[in-house]
């Protein structure tokens, strides 16, 4: 689960130090997404590095993905405004899954590094608002260990 330590809340977004927290080794991460209204077909980072592009996990009108730099494995999803959404996605090895928790995960490879030194937990994209979410981000998990599908079911 989220520590607190070392979160910091501005505005919209919460930066989150992965020091200690986040590994680029192994781990889970899952938010609860509620949509508003549909986003446009633009990303919408949700769990990223303000610094890059890197996202461990971000959503847009059909797809749920993640982006380490190099490799972008996505799960299409049919999202309907006014519904939550439980999303993870999980790295380990060579190898990263992402999807919606209850359904069998995408799977891409990995390049072994997300290169991040905080996490934004947040809406839009590098907290801005061209991409605004238009919704609601809760419950959001890391954790530094790769989850089991059985585990990643019973979030």
Known sequence: RMATAGAVRNG????YTTASNFSDTAGTAAADV?????????????LADDDSATTVLYADSANVGVYDGTNAPSQAIAFVAGTTYKLVSK???TSTSVGLVGTVLATGSYDGAWGMSVISIGVGDNGGTTRALYGTIRNVRLWTSA????????L
């Not at 509620?34 to 949700?46: E, H, K, M």
């Open 91 to 93: 790295w380990s090895g």
């Open 34 to 46: 509620y949509w508003a209204s549909l986003p446009s077909s633009d990303n919408r980072r949700i």
């Open 12 to 15: 919209d977004v919460l930066t």
């Open 147 to 154: 989850l089991s599908d059985a585990q990643i079911k019973g």
